[in-house]
């Protein structure tokens, strides 16, 4: 373990990429396809109709509580500990269909084209991004990410280039990330990537989620959300959706956002 944890930090900081094999088996993410399909027709039917190049969900746990022991893979764990530390957080997760759909709906649709242009997950200040290594996003496979059916594109070693930012459309040489089922990729937030072109044929459904630092700020008040939706969750996954770094209220409550 502690080898392949040496070799996917190396990869990290080199590439801005590396891989996870067979962290959920093949038949499992078949019965998860099956559970992200329950979800999908439900946010429809319940809320908004979702896009006609990609279907997105986020916080697709408060819909489907068996979706919620993904964002804690044991295998992902390990390494976003040493890569963060143990009190790493989620930013943002999204469930995502990257799958061309004729839908009669073609207005005011949820995150239509998700993803679709050249960008990084990291943040800018002062007109400089952020270094590298401040935070990573999981990339888990359901179907296999091919050549033809959305397979997210990047441009190799670009987490390394700070002075400059991604122009949306332009034609930049890339590489794509590719899998099979059950597959982990991780990427470093600050590598310049996009949605490849959906198919009409073949879905390709993933989750993709951001991890950062305690203090980062996440996307979503989970803490609220949750407690409004579930009376028992797990201690690992509170910690992961911030309820263990919630600032106090003032300095009388506590001087320490970081509780143990």
Known sequence: MRRKITKNISDLKKNG???LKNIIPVKDCKKYIKEFEKTTKFFEKKHKHLGNRGQVVQNYFIYNKKLLNLLNLKPVDALLKKLIDED??????????????NNKKS?????DDHGGGWHHDSRVVGNTRL??????????????FEEDNGCTLYVDKSHLIRNRQPKKN???????????????????TALWHKSGEPSDLKTRWSIFSLYGPWFMKPYFDYP????????????????????????????????YTLQK
């Open 224 to 255: 609220t959300m949750m407690s409004k939706k579930y009376k028992i969750i797990d201690k690992k996954i509170k910690k992961i959706l911030h309820f263990n770094s919630i600032p106090p209220e003032n300095e009388l409550k506590g001087v």
């Open 131 to 144: 270094d590298k290594g401040f935070g990573y996003i999981a990339i888990i496979m359901f179907d296999e």
């Open 170 to 188: 332009k034609n930049y040489k890339h590489k794509k990330i590719l899998g099979k089922p059950g597959t982990v990729a991780i990427i470093d």
């Open 107 to 111: 207005s005011n649709l949820h995150l």
């Open 88 to 101: 790493y957080v989620l930013i943002n997760t999204s469930l995502t269909n990257r799958f061309k759909r």
């Open 17 to 19: 990429i590396t891989y």
